[in-house]
């Protein structure tokens, strides 16, 4: 689970370098949510994990498409991705078989389901995002290609 994770946040990063600002709040149509909400988005869904793998209740509401309306700079983008990612890293040392196997924070599932489910909500939207740079490069033949996924 944390290798994928570090792969993600590795092309999540990738994802939002080279663009301008405008691009990351570009949709390719009516109601799709630009590269940066999707960004926000699997940020703060992996942000509850960090927090609930941490052994942390934090209240987390869930709610369909947190912060995916959201805009930030690539900047602000990328730097949010190394912080959170320094948190997964430190979760996922600090849990074990039996916290994996114990209730989570909240209730209703295990950890492991809840780092599972959630991780692989973070997947489709990860997906999305990478469509959704490449049908802004599509859209727009003049701009540079500084994205390659996996590099």
């Known amino acids: 689970m ?3 994770t570090l792969d ?4 999540l990063a990738a994802l939002v370098t080279g663009l301008p600002d405008d691009a990351l709040t570009w949709t390719p149509c009516a109601d799709a949510p630009a590269l940066a909400g999707l960004v926000l988005h699997i940020l703060d869904v992996e942000g509850h ?6 052994g942390e209740d934090d209240h987390w509401a869930g709610e369909n498409g947190s912060h995916i309306l959201d805009s ?4 602000a983008l990328r730097d949010a991705i190394f912080d959170l990612e320094a948190r997964m890293r430190a979760m996922f040392a600090s849990i074990d078989n039996a916290r994996l196997e114990a209730s989570a924070p909240g209730g209703g599932q ?7 489910e959630d991780l692989d909500h973070c997947a489709i939207h ?3 995002a990478q469509l ?3 049908l802004w490069e599509a859209a727009h033949p003049d701009a540079p290609r500084t994205y390659e996924h996996w590099r």
């Open 2 to 4: 944390l290798g994928t």
């Open 8 to 11: 993600r946040h590795e092309d």
């Open 49 to 54: 994990l960090a927090a609930i793998g941490g």
């Open 72 to 75: 930030a700079t690539g900047a």
């Open 110 to 116: 295990t950890l492991g389901q809840a780092l599972l």
């Open 126 to 128: 990860h997906g999305q």
């Open 132 to 134: 959704t740079r490449n």
